[in-house]
């Protein structure tokens, strides 16, 4: 099968348009990740490209399937200005490794915590991956491959990490709805969870 990455790489350009910075980490063991920045106006988009080289597969599992399995990228998107967020490239490059390094799968509904601010001074240390297909549609592959899927990352203050453990994913985003929460604030605080 084709290199999947140029294919992802153009397809976060075609919804995203040129990227201004790119970063490259690589992990003892793991292929390499890059995140590329793109900027619109006061919103900043930090996506990862390489976490969908290799289908993310059950742990669990005897031999690893090289074709088939979910595949994805990670897509965050702040508001410029009010933090120095460029600093998440690092903890981003992490969660895009941890299907190679801790046999994770990332699918929506999960949280990812990276232990550590996202960004000096962020209320947020861990994140709720939301349903794909919004801003950066799927990629299609050719059979039997699974389809990339651009996962946009929701950050949580510690407060609704512990909430969405006990209510859900759906409670806690239904929560930021009612709340009227700019998720894109890299600052906000936590919604109210009465």
Do not use: C
Not at 70 to 98: C, Y
């Amino acid at each position: 099968m084709a290199d999947v990455l140029p294919l992802v790489e153009a397809r976060l350009r075609a919804a995203l348009g040129e990227p201004d910075a790119r970063a490259a980490v690589t992990f003892l063991g793991t292929d390499r990740i890059e995140v590329l920045r793109f900027t619109a106006g006061d919103v900043v988009r930090y996506a990862t490209l390489g976490m969908s080289a290799q289908p993310m597969t059950d742990p669990t599992a005897v031999v690893a399937d090289q074709v088939k399995g979910p595949r994805a990228e990670l897509v965050l998107s702040v508001r410029a200005g009010g933090a120095d967020t460029d600093k998440v490239l690092r903890p981003l490059a992490v969660l895009a490794a941890s299907p190679q390094v801790e046999g994770l799968v990332v699918a929506p509904g999960a949280s990812l915590d990276v232990g550590e601010p996202l960004w000096p001074g962020a209320p947020f240390s861990s994140v709720l991956v939301a349903e794909s297909g919004g801003l950066v549609e799927d990629l299609e592959l050719d059979e039997p491959a699974d389809p990339v899927r651009f996962l946009p990352l929701l950050p949580m203050t510690p407060n609704e990490a512990a909430w969405k453990r006990v209510h859900g994913a759906q409670a806690l985003q239904e929560r930021w709805l009612a709340g009227g929460t700019d998720l894109r604030d890299p600052s906000r605080r936590s919604v109210p969870l009465d």
